[in-house]
């Protein structure tokens, strides 16, 4: 199994900025690809970033250029920068671990609230 942990939501106004931080222990072996989701209330959880061991990164369009995803691969762990936020942005965001191609793990999540 693989433990997730984040950290690093909170409450903010809009312009302002948060960096989400997520650490994965465990089982940690195989593991190729982590990433933020996002759900907002009353929708469908969404890929927000993510990156593979080897430092390549997506993003949804709705975050490029405002978010920087990045990881330390010595300490297992995965960053989320969050620069210009929105009212958009709120909502609680998940560390995601992908293992061995197909195994998918999870945090706990963590609330992101953006005020205007």
């Known amino acids: 199994q693989v433990q997730l942990v984040e950290s690093g939501g909170g409450l903010v106004q809009a312009g302002g900025s948060l960096r989400l931080s997520c650490a994965a222990s465990?089982?940690?072996?195989?593991?190729?690809?982590m990433g933020w989701y996002r759900q907002a209330p009353g929708k469908q959880r969404e890929l927000v970033a993510g990156?593979?061991?080897?430092?390549?990164?997506n993003y949804a369009d709705s975050v490029k250029g405002r978010f920087t995803i990045s990881r330390d691969n010595a300490k297992n762990t995965v960053f989320l920068q969050m620069d210009s936020l929105k009212p958009e942005d709120t909502g609680v965001y998940y560390c995601?671990?992908?293992?061995?191609?197909?195994?998918?793990?999870w945090g706990q999540g963590t609330q992101v609230t953006v005020s205007s």
């Open positions: 990156i593979t061991s080897g430092g390549s990164t």
């Open positions: 465990g089982s940690i072996f195989g593991i190729n690809v």
């Open positions: 995601n671990a992908v293992r061995f191609g197909n195994r998918n793990y």
